[in-house]
């Protein structure tokens, strides 16, 4: 079992930038892979981000919604996941879930608001 702790959400303008900051309770480098999925209301909750740890490096996969915009990130010293958000858009409001696969079954954070305004 692995806890995880997000961080980081908030109120901001489009086209500003957040970083958020996901904490394991365990080293993640047993964790894979991680990811970022948003639940905006109303609607289902999608992927964002995903990073794959892989023998020689780390592969990381975004929908096409975020690509060049976001960007997703491991520092296995601090067991922590982060997902920098940049050129933020309305769109993007939602609460954003870190999520990570530990032998196969799937944890989840509680989330954290990203409110974009207009």
Partial sequence: QVQLVESGGGLVQAGGSLRLSCAASRSIGSLNPMGWYRQAPGKQRERVATSSRGAISNYENYVDSVKGRFAISRDNDKNTLY???????????AV???????????CWGRGTQVTVSS
């Avoid at 997902?83 to 409001?93: C, G, V």
């Avoid at 954003?96 to 799937?106: E, K, P, R, V």
């Fill in 83 to 93: 997902l920098q958000l940049n050129s933020l858009k309305p769109e993007d409001t």
């Fill in 96 to 106: 954003y879930y870190c999520s990570a696969n530990l032998f196969g079954s799937t």
